[in-house]
């Protein structure tokens, strides 16, 4: 630990130590020194660098994409420059404009919503991505209920919806019915993994799984 936050400074013990944690994260501050707007950004560099989706891809969702790393990442590795190439990010919340990117604002468990995403997608996404979290409301049980239900919705969308040899990433976070989520993913892609990014706190409980291959 380099920075340490006094008392004086700020009075709440987990305001300083999310300062501290800020304060001392080498993705932090690569991401501010590379001009990510999330140190989420690594995390989607350390996916794709391993399992290429990015490249392949034509037509890209995102989704929970504010403030944009992901989204950032998704525009330097797909489009750079080819023609052709569609990219959607949405979120709850705005996003300051990212090149390339056409970004749809609403709640993803609204159908309308889901189906202006689909309008900018105008084809079958052959990525989805889903970074999305909900907000906790710090009461364990519905937390988590609604942790799986927005996975669940995201999963859904990608049976609905994804062209076929295509491909799903989604966050999870372990005991939200991650194990469930798996074995179904494996009925309808050719392969599932599950990866925790380097660039992801080792005391959260999130990681990805990652779908190729979609067959039905
Ligand atoms: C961890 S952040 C995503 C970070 C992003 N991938 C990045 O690289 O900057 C999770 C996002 O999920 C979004 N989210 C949560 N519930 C949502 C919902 N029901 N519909 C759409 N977005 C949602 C939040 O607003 C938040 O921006």
């Known amino acids: 630990m380099k920075v340490r936050i006094t008392k004086g400074r700020l009075k709440k013990l987990s305001s300083r130590r ?4 800020q304060l001392n994260d080498p993705f932090v501050a690569a991401a501010k020194k590379q001009g990510y707007r999330s140190r989420a950004a690594f995390k989607l560099i350390e996916i794709d660098d391993k399992f290429g ?24 590795r797909a489009c750079g420059g080819t023609y052709g190439r569609k990219l959607v990010a949405s979120d709850l919340l ?45 009461h364990a ?43 179904d ?5 050719g392969k599932v993994a599950h990866f925790k990014p380097k660039s992801s706190r080792k005391e959260s409980s999130e990681l990805y799984l990652i779908a190729t291959g979609f067959k039905k």
Do not use: C
Not at 117 to 138: C, E, F, Q, W, Y
Not at 150 to 159: G, I, M, Q
Not at 169 to 182: H, I, T
């Open 94 to 138: 705005d996003i300051a404009p990212i090149n390339g990117i056409e970004f749809v604002k609403g709640d993803f468990n609204d159908e309308e919503v889901v189906k202006r995403i689909l309008d900018a997608l105008g084809d079958k996404p052959d990525l989805i991505l889903s970074d999305m979290s909900p907000n906790t409301v710090g």
């Open 141 to 183: 049980k519905t937390d988590h209920i609604r942790i799986i239900s927005l996975v669940k919705s995201a999963a859904d969308f990608a049976s609905n919806n994804l062209a076929l040899g295509g491909s799903f990433v989604v966050k999870v976070f372990q005991g939200g019915g991650e194990q469930r989520l798996l074995s």
């Open 18 to 21: 999310w300062v501290e944690r």
């Open 185 to 189: 993913l494996k009925t309808s892609f």
């Open 53 to 76: 989706l990015i490249k392949k891809a034509r037509t890209v969702l995102d989704l929970g994409a504010a403030p944009g790393g992901w989204s950032q990442v998704a525009a330097e």
